[in-house]
């Protein structure tokens, strides 16, 4: 039998027990072959808990507003900002200012509890969107400044529904309206000096869910009517500026009082899983995500002093169950990044073929809510083995839709009492 094998190492250095490795053989025709796999469970790693200094929120093409308590995160808070722009920037002299109606359509995003009454509030800002002079984007930390409240409805979401409306003030609709009837809004430029945007928000003490809206939809409605058209409704649109870029973005809040987690006064500060009680943890949107670093691998390995090929090398986390229930779900994969000394990404982590190494969650027993999140770290390994850049380099594991969500995780460390994280290598090893 032919055996490819693409990553060979020759261990040389003092051998540990053989009573810490189980041996077995998956066949007769590996056995003949002199072919042993070999279950290796004694290597150490390390997690930490640390978050991003800001993450870019004007992609995509959404944004998130609400508020919900979380018991293991704090209180969650996101604000979504938007620009707007007019197609056409002319009305009739007769025209006559009626309503002013904001339609925010859903994007199939939500967390936290949707059978709670929300109540969002709609604020017009006091400044222009812009992006710092040395920054290519809006970040979850950014904020601006919006004082004046013109509009607020109570609801609850309702997904089978295309969007929700909230009629605005009158004098703040009458004035804009106004503007452009008058000729003193003719183009965006003047537009933006007058109105310069939305901050959609929430009441503060609402506790019930974050939703997403798409912001490729929405738009403000002017209805007017016209005494030379009586029976005829009369309406234009301000929609979202997206002749521009960074024109949207949602900042993301949490008040962390009450919980394990501390506030981080820069990425490269790291919270032990041993300090906070053998559990890390992962939030999207906040930027907060679990680090494996394998601080002695290179000497556990050729401690074996055996000479083969890892052939799979898997990290399994249970997810804690006392932090799981159905309004704290998460996606059923993750992705996976190389990260350096100072918690910087360096490259997301990859399969020899060129695909992406990927976090996959998997429910083992759904009566006894058992899930796990399993990572496949073999590239890492390997590459570990023999790189020396790799010895500063560790591991981050990131949900997809990291900087458009509040997904979070709560993972089982490696001393969690439990049930602790594991890392299992298989090694694929030959004898002469």
Known sequence: MRIVLSFL????????????????TPSNQFFDSNVNFVL???????????????????????????????????????????????????????????????NLPYKNYFYGDTLVQKNIQIFNLDEEIKIPNDQNNLFNTTSFNASELIGARYFLPRFSKDSIKITLNQLFGSSVFN????????NQVELVDFFKGLKITQNESENSSIIAFDVSKIYLRFYYSDPDELDAVNEFDLVFNNSESNTYFTEFNAD?????????????????????????????????????????FRESIFN???????????????????????????????????????????????????????????????????????????PFLENLLIR?????????????????????????????????????????????
């Open 9 to 24: 190492v020759f261990l040389l250095l003092s051998c540990s027990q053989d009573s810490d490795i189980s041996f077995f």
């Open 40 to 102: 290796i469970d004694t290597i150490s790693f390390e997690t930490s808990t640390f978050q991003f200094d800001s993450l870019a929120t004007d992609i995509g093409s959404e944004i998130l507003v609400g508020q919900y308590q979380d018991p293991v995160f704090g209180k969650i808070k996101a604000n979504g900002y938007l620009e707007f722009k007019a197609n056409r920037l002319t009305i009739s002299d007769e025209a006559i200012f009626d309503s002013l109606v904001l």
């Open 179 to 186: 503007q452009i009837k008058n000729g003193q809004i003719t």
């Open 256 to 296: 962390r009082t009450g919980t394990l987690i501390p506030v981080f006064l820069n990425q490269e500060v790291e919270m032990p899983s041993i300090a906070s009680d053998n559990i890390s943890f992962i939030q999207s949107g906040l930027g907060l995500t679990t680090k494996i670093t394998f601080p002695n």
């Open 304 to 378: 074996l002093d055996r000479a083969g090929v890892f052939f799979k090398s898997e990290l399994k986390f249970r997810l804690n169950q006392n932090y799981i229930n159905e309004k704290t779900f998460t996606s059923d994969s993750l992705q996976v990044f190389i990260i350096d000394q100072n918690n910087a990404f360096v490259s997301a982590l990859g399969q020899s073929n060129g695909a992406p190494s990927k976090g996959y969650i998997i429910n083992e027993n759904k009566e006894l809510n058992e899930t796990y999140l399993v990572v496949d770290v073999n």
């Open 388 to 432: 020396d850049s790799y010895l500063n380099y560790s591991l981050a594991l990131i949900p997809y839709g990291f900087n458009n969500s509040v997904t979070r995780l709560v993972l089982n460390a490696e001393q969690n009492m439990q049930e602790k994280a594991t890392l299992k290598i298989t090694y694929l090893e030959y004898e002469d």
